[in-house]
């Protein structure tokens, strides 16, 4: 565990208005006090994010979510008993206490209790809610350990507490419980099918039915610098001598990449998860001109993989 001395200037920087990048169980979050409307506009300014695009409330004790949120259903407090502190968001009715630059002017809010012990710990010595975006420049990688973000964001931040690797490596599953039925806007942490076991009948956003809320949904996002295509095959690839591959499962490939990673050799998806970022991080810094990617299975969290990915890949 991280020494007290850390944890509480952390907690301070929060309180006095400025940014810390946390570790989390899923990615590095870039906190600062939901309270203190001034605080989170620098983290919009920070990463270049439009302020359409509303935050995650990160709280550490349950009664903190009463205090923000206007719990009116069996079903949220089913969803938090059974997967708080975890790496899900939900989404409920906000209360006027909190700022419309946290929300973007919904009158919903994004709400979470990770499960990290170094982010529960800033969090108490704070003002209690943090809000927290993945620390990334927008709509590029997100960040899986202390160093992507002092690569990014290092010199427009007040700190980066070290709590090294992430250990789930995507971001949380996004759960809207303010509609008729509980809906997932953004696949993550959490699968679809633990939500349905506990909570039912749960449906996924799909655009082609449902209006975006959130961009989140939007298209594009998750980016390397470097163009990321998908395939299923090796015969897709052109130009393999000049290209980066990001493979999964057992591969044995008679063609010669420039580099390669595998998300994870045994085939075993929670371990690609926790690969994913860091992975794509690592081949992005080399100097190629593509990087292909493995298709990976559409179960468990491989659904969050996927629905990454393909963000992050050529339109
Ligand atoms: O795992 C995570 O969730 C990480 C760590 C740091 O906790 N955070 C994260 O935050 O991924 P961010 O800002 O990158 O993603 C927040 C997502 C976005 O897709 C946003 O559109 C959605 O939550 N969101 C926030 N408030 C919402 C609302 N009121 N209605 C619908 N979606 C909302
Ligand atoms: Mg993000």
Redesign the pocket.
Known sequence: MIEEKILSKAGDIIKNGGLVAIP?E????LGADMFNPKAVAKIFEAKSRPFF????T?IADIEMLYNLAIIDKDIIKKATDAFWPG?L?I?VKKRDIVPDIV?SG?D???V?M?KHKVALEIIKRSTGAVV???ANPFGYL?PTTADHVREQLGDRIDMVVDGGLCEVGV??T?L?LTRERPIV??P??ISIEELRDVLGEVEVFNRKVTSP?????LESHYAPRTPLRIIESLNEVENSEKSAYLSFGEEESKLKFKCMENLSELGDLIEAASRLFYSLHKLDREDVEKIYVKKIPLEGIGIAIMDRLYKASEK
């Open positions: 989390t899923t990615v590095y979050g695009d509303p935050l995650i990160h790496p968001t989404i929300s919904l919903t809010m994004a979470r990770p927290a975006p993945s997100s971001e949380s996004v809207d806007l953004r993550g942490g809320t959130a961009p989140g949904q």
